[in-house]
């Protein structure tokens, strides 16, 4: 197994482990997942479909460059929901948003689009805390695990040797 494969695999074990925690702490330690944490459960998802088939398939350095760049734009894009919702929770509790209808509702009764908006302003219940280790809650974690996999995938994209 070829060095490339094996980070696209562990990227990808990383996010499978990372997404098993999630069900974790919402199945058995009670963490409800707020709209937010669900868009960035989606670029976990997104980002661990991308490095299995790139670790399935084994790809040479353009194959690689492609699956690399994939990779890093899904985790950017995860990365920044990510920040948005580690700002929200360290807001002051007067500026901190109202709490609005859950992500079930909001897709049976508005527009995606809308939905959308609504999802990434965030509300009340993403300015929740929660659970928290070494002083970083879910969110603060989840932006960390997407800049490290962003940053894998640059890497895998930038390196010379197939």
Do not use: N
């Amino acid at each position: 197994m070829t060095f490339t494969r094996k980070t696209f695999a562990g990227a990808f074990a990383i996010c499978a482990g990372l997404l098993a925690f999630a069900y974790y702490l919402q199945y058995v330690k009670g963490e409800e997942p707020c709209p937010l944490c669900m868009v960035q459960r989606v670029a976990f998802y997104a980002l661990a479909a991308v490095f299995l088939v790139a670790a399935l398939h084994g790809p040479a350095r353009r194959g690689r460059i492609v699956y690399g760049v994939l990779g890093f734009i899904v985790a950017g894009l995860g990365a920044a929901v990510a920040a948005r919702h580690v700002w929200l929770q360290h807001l002051p509790a007067h500026l901190v948003p109202s709490c609005g209808p859950d992500l079930q509702y909001m897709l049976s009764r508005f527009p995606l689009a809308q939905v959308w908006s609504k999802v990434l302003m965030g509300s009340g219940q993403c300015a929740e805390t929660g659970w928290q280790f070494l002083g970083l809650t879910i969110a603060g974690w989840s932006l960390l695990w997407l800049v490290v996999l962003g940053l894998t995938a640059l890497y895998l994209v930038l390196r010379k040797a197939a």
